[in-house]
């Protein structure tokens, strides 16, 4: 099942809300007075009216050429007038309506129609700015299929400056390197994106700084990283890309897998030759008596000042006596830890101590 759903309203991949988990809540709702990111904008947002006029004008122009009709410069008209309406279309939405009216080959888009493609889009003769804006939606629609691999490329090529939804454009291709794990790429987009945080949708502002901050804590040779690798491989999977892009993957997967393997068996090692050269040393005095065993026989350093412990007997008790439950313990260590003739000796011993067989 796709992560994204193809339409949401809302226009953020439904995956948003666990990218929120996975960031974290702790990021702060307003920047700092000092945020980096407060510089001033390298982009602006070009304003909707006039992209309006200009698609329109175009579907007109076609219609005098006599390549389309007075029907679809209404059609066209109309999807205007529904943008910000209750079925939640926006403004590149109405131009693929719009190019849809004029261009029968858009007709799959406009409808949402799988199996849908961007080849004629070279050869259509669009203006620049309504092909940039058909692949936008093009790439979007992408990303809401989880088709990440497929969509980055089209938003990488797209240029900012003259987009005509750069908010959008930023914010779908940070998405794409975040959830490629391309971080360092993704943090270049958002941090471009949050230049105009104030006049950017805040679904897309909000996200984008818990996006932001995610990519900055995650370690590249963490177990949470190479989970996020295998999810993406489980992805490829899903949408049925068993290739040789998902092959790699997965290999990249394993060899990270051994790394961390490899990197715990070290620290083991490390900790158990210290273990070792501690209890080699100090007759195992630092760790109650249970130290690692001499490798050689050899004299022994000791840290002790060779003293025994002095202890009052109450009277009727003799050195060396046990009671009767720590007995019963000693004796279950010794079976579980020692040979069964082990066991036997020390329950003799303890036999003649009773009937007074043995010299205390």
Not at 113 to 121: E, I, K, N, R, V
Not at 325 to 352: M, N, T, V, W
């Amino acid at each position: 099942m796709p992560l994204f759903p193809s339409r949401p309203p809302c226009g953020i991949p439904a995956c948003a809300t666990a990218w929120l988990f996975v960031a974290g809540l702790a990021v702060a709702a307003g920047p700092a007075a000092d945020d980096p990111l407060l510089r001033e904008a390298s982009w602006a947002i070009p304003d909707a009216a006039g992209v309006r006029e200009r698609s329109l004008e175009w579907i007109r122009s076609a219609a005098l050429a006599g390549g389309a009709s007075d029907a679809a410069v209404a059609r066209a008209t109309a999807a205007w007038q529904a943008v910000g309406g209750p079925d939640g279309r926006d403004l590149l939405d109405a131009i693929v309506a719009t190019v849809a009216a004029g261009e029968p080959r858009a007709e799959p888009l406009a409808a949402a129609a799988p199996g849908g493609d961007l080849g004629w889009l070279d050869e259509s003769g669009l203006p620049p700015f309504l092909r940039d804006a058909v692949s936008l939606w093009w790439a979007r629609d992408l990303v809401r299929r989880d088709c990440f691999d497929e969509a980055l490329p089209i938003l990488a090529d797209l240029d900012v400056a003259s987009s005509i939804d750069p908010a959008t454009l930023l914010f779908h291709r940070a998405a794409c390197q975040h959830w490629l794990l391309d971080t360092d790429a993704a943090v270049e987009s958002i941090d471009l994106l949050l230049e105009r945080e104030a006049e950017i949708p805040a679904r897309y502002a909000r996200v984008a700084r818990l996006l932001r901050a995610d990519a900055v804590a995650l370690d590249r040779e963490s177990l949470d990283h190479v989970a996020r690798r295998m999810r993406d491989v489980r992805r490829r999977l899903e949408l049925g890309r068993a290739g040789a892009a998902t092959r790699e993957a997965q290999d990249g997967v394993v060899a990270a897998l051994d790394r961390l393997i490899s990197r715990i068996e070290d620290q083991q090692q490390n900790e158990d030759d210290s273990s070792g050269a501690s209890g080699a040393g100090g007759g195992g005095a630092g760790q109650g008596g249970a130290g690692k065993p001499m490798d050689d026989s050899r004299i022994a350093g000791t840290r002790g000042d060779g003293e025994v412990r002095r202890r009052d007997l109450v009277p009727g008790e003799t050195w060396g006596d046990l009671p009767p439950h720590e007995r019963d313990q000693a004796l279950q260590q010794i079976g579980r830890e020692f040979p069964p003739h082990y066991r036997e000796a020390i329950e003799h011993y303890f036999k003649r101590l009773a009937t007074g067989g043995e010299d205390r």
